[in-house]
């Protein structure tokens, strides 16, 4: 069992069968309420685990919501919220989030406006939770295709990791947590990038020191900027452009968060070429690793406009320029860097494949 521990909880990574939980809740939750969030998947493939595992659980109220990003909206919220204020939830009550990153940034985001905030524990699920979303306490929900436009910085009280969870998600699933794990190691540590590129990502499951390492990049930089005000926006790197193609296709055909994580930081990696940041041969390394495990960009026309058009709102900006997070070399990355939109679809479309 690996425990890390950051400056407010501890994320404790191994098999179930070794997470405090049970001392947890017996200490800090005697006799609290508990509600569960699930999503249709956690729910029939890792809800039981839990409860067989710590049967002080059974009575927890569970809440299974549909999955999907299509989900992550204020209706949503306020839905759910509305039976959990019929079950009488209060101030010393509990929630814990079981699920993706989905679940964990919902759940995180309803605790923490529930009468003004309840506690909450996340249980990830995905492999994209469990390096990235569940950690560093950004919470929140879409609006319309923005994404994350809405939500609060709020911490769990504990993070429980078994990666054992992973066995059922859908190959496609670990492509998603792995693009952002490659993001860790291209922003962070160029060891990590390597070890990556040389584990493919249906091996990545079996792998808790990748998944550790991950998690161990994603803490250091929350803990040394919390609210994102300079260093934390690294991790925003492949964001700018990735949040926009994602946002593009929300109300179309959902893709996978790491597919536009991928493909957004092959485009923000030649951006850096072109700006002469980074060196052409290491944008060059990663566009040819990023497509030998992703697909290609494929975008209509009107598509890239609706991408260009949602590039604007992006909250990573500042009186209508657009700052992006930009490697300098494998392993090290800038923030607020400047560049213009124009620069963006030039690149855009150069990659593009149709
Ligand atoms: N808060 C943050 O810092 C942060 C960081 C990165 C991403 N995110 C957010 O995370 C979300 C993406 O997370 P995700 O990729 O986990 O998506 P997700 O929560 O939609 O999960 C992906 C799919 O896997 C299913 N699933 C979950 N656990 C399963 C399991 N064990 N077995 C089988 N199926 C399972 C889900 O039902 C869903 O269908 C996006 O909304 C993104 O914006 C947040």
Redesign the pocket.
């Known amino acids: 069992m690996d425990i890390i521990q950051t400056k407010n909880y501890a994320i404790e990574l191994g098999s179930i069968q070794e997470w405090g939980l049970k001392s947890l809740l017996s200490k800090n939750y005697p006799n609290a309420k508990v509600v569960m969030i699930t999503?249709?998947?956690?729910y029939d493939?890792?809800l039981e685990k839990i409860l067989n595992q710590f049967p002080e659980l059974q009575e927890a109220q569970v809440l299974q919501l549909p999955?999907?990003?299509q989900y992550?909206n204020l209706p949503l919220v306020e839905q759910i919220l509305n039976v959990i204020s019929e079950h009488n939830l209060s101030r010393n009550d509990l929630m814990i989030n079981l699920?993706?990153?989905?679940?964990?940034?919902m759940g995180g985001f309803m605790a923490s406006i529930y009468k003004r905030g309840i506690d909450f524990i996340n249980i990830?699920?995905?492999?994209?939770?469990m390096v990235?979303?569940?950690?560093?306490g950004?919470?929140?929900v879409?609006l319309g295709s923005l994404?994350?436009q809405i939500g609060v910085f709020a911490e769990p009280k504990a993070l429980y990791i078994d990666p054992e969870?992973?066995n059922?998600?859908?190959p496609i699933?670990i492509f998603?947590?792995y693009a952002?794990m490659l993001k860790h190691g291209l922003i962070a540590d160029k060891a990590h990038w390597e070890a990556l590129k040389e584990t493919k990502p249906d091996v990545v499951p079996s792998r808790i020191d990748l998944i550790k390492r991950s998690i161990e990049i994603k803490k250091e930089v929350v803990e040394k900027d919390f609210k994102e005000s300079g260093l934390r926006k690294i991790l925003n790197f492949g964001h700018t452009v990735g949040h926009a193609i994602e946002g593009m296709y929300l109300t179309k055909a959902p893709i996978?968060?790491?597919l536009g994580v991928a493909w957004g930081m092959m485009v923000e990696a030649k951006i850096a070429t072109e700006l002469g940041m980074l060196s052409a041969d290491e944008s060059k390394e990663i566009e040819e690793f990023i497509l030998s495990i992703y697909p290609p960009i494929k975008l209509e026309d009107e598509e890239i406009e609706e991408i260009m058009h949602l590039i604007q709102f992006d909250k990573k900006n500042k009186e209508d320029k657009i700052l992006c997070a930009l490697i300098t070399e494998i392993g090290k990355c800038e923030y607020d860097v400047e560049v213009k939109v124009g620069m963006v679809e030039k690149v855009l479309r150069e990659v593009n494949v149709s």
């Not at 999503?39 to 956690?42: A, C, G, I, L, R």
Request: charged share 25%; net charge negative.
């Open positions: 999503d249709e998947n956690s493939y890792c999955a999907g990003e992550k699920g993706g990153g989905v679940i964990t940034d990830p699920t995905t492999l994209l939770s990235d979303a569940s950690i560093g950004k919470t929140g879409d994404k994350n969870f992973l059922t998600l859908e699933q998603s947590g952002e996978i968060h790491g």
